[in-house]
């Protein structure tokens, strides 16, 4: 537990251990927020090792940990469907003879452009490379720092294997699904607040005229509230004391397409919430609650919008 061994709990005589886990069942006064399911490589050794995965979908990610060769010269890590196993959609390639590592697809028979980004994995180091999936990029990263953002150049529906070649080897592997996005989706943050500098991560698809996120204080105050007209091309932010809303807020552009994903942080500042949709600074807004490194309690996302993935980091 939090990387220190905790115990361990012995299989009953009459149980499988391969075959009798079947489900899994959380209850109690926890947020949830992430579930893996981890692969193990019976036998750490050369490669090539392949990875079976479920299909992925916006919001799943998974994780490979390993150990690169002293002499190593380049590792491939390649993402495809077993439905369709000459289609390479992503393939990460860190290049040690070229102090880089490439991102290609290789699509109908042939490679694409490549992109490249640093060279971050080391000879004779352990790493964690973990893909997240967006609805419109491949974000990667590696040793828990981001690496690259690989925009698709194909529709990920169905990816379900990686597979790694080269110089390295493979410890095992890791997989979170999408969480359930129902709503109104209601969710309190780690530590019981949202602290100063931390980010609430919404990804989503306008799917009607009308979805808001909200920060609720205590008896029926709302601390920050966001609401995206789509017919109007309205972005409102306000908030709300004492049975009362305060000035409205309107300026800015509007970033938001029904039918298009988006993802969009609000960064909880010194002195006020920084909002930026898909990279774009799009505007902040002024605290108007006193203490707002501990008085950010929970969030409400509600409305016409698809919720791909929301999450605090």
Same mark, same amino acid.
């Given at each position: ?33 992430? *579930? ?8 750490? #050794? ?19 940990? #390993? ?78 720092? =981001? ?35 129902? *709503? ?7 530590? #019981? ?26 008896? #029926? ?78 969030? =409400? ?13």
């Amino acid at each position: 537990m939090n990387s220190i061994p905790f115990g361990e709990f012995k299989h009953h005589p009459n149980i499988n251990p391969d075959k009798d886990y079947n489900n899994l069942s959380i209850d109690g006064d926890v947020d949830v927020i992430k *579930l893996e399911k981890a692969q193990a490589v019976e036998a750490p #050794g050369s490669t090539p090792v392949l990875f079976k995965l479920r299909p992925l979908k916006a919001g799943d990610s998974f994780s490979i940990e #390993g150990r690169i060769n002293e002499d190593a010269n380049k590792v491939d890590f390649n993402l495809y469907s077993s439905a369709n196993p000459k289609q390479n959609v992503l393939h990460v390639n860190p290049r040690f003879y070229q102090n880089t590592t490439v991102m290609n697809s290789y699509l109908d028979g042939h490679w694409g452009e490549e992109e490249l980004a640093p060279l971050v994995f080391r000879r004779g180091e352990s790493f964690t490379l973990e893909v997240n999936v967006y609805a419109t990029y491949f974000e990667i990263s590696c040793n828990g720092k =981001k690496l690259y953002k690989y925009k698709h150049r194909t529709p990920y529906d169905g990816l379900d294997r990686i597979v790694i070649y080269g110089d390295c080897t493979v410890l095992g592997s890791s997989s979170s699904e999408r969480r359930d996005t129902t *709503l109104p989706l209601e969710m309190g943050f780690p530590g #019981g607040s949202l602290k100063t500098n931390q980010s609430i991560i919404l990804q989503g698809i306008p799917r009607g005229d009308r979805w808001t996120l909200e920060l609720p204080g205590n008896d #029926g105050d709302i601390l920050f509230h966001f609401k995206a007209l789509l017919r109007a091309k309205t972005v409102i932010r306000n908030a709300l004391f004492d049975g009362s809303w305060g000035r409205e807020e309107k300026e800015g552009p509007f970033p938001f397409k029904m039918g298009e994903p988006f993802s969009i942080v609000f960064q909880n500042t010194p002195y006020s919430i920084r909002i930026t949709v898909d990279d774009e600074l799009f505007g902040t807004f002024a605290h108007r609650t006193e203490d707002p490194k501990v008085d950010y309690k929970r969030m =409400k996302v509600d409305g016409d919008i698809e919720v791909i993935d929301v999450y605090v980091r």
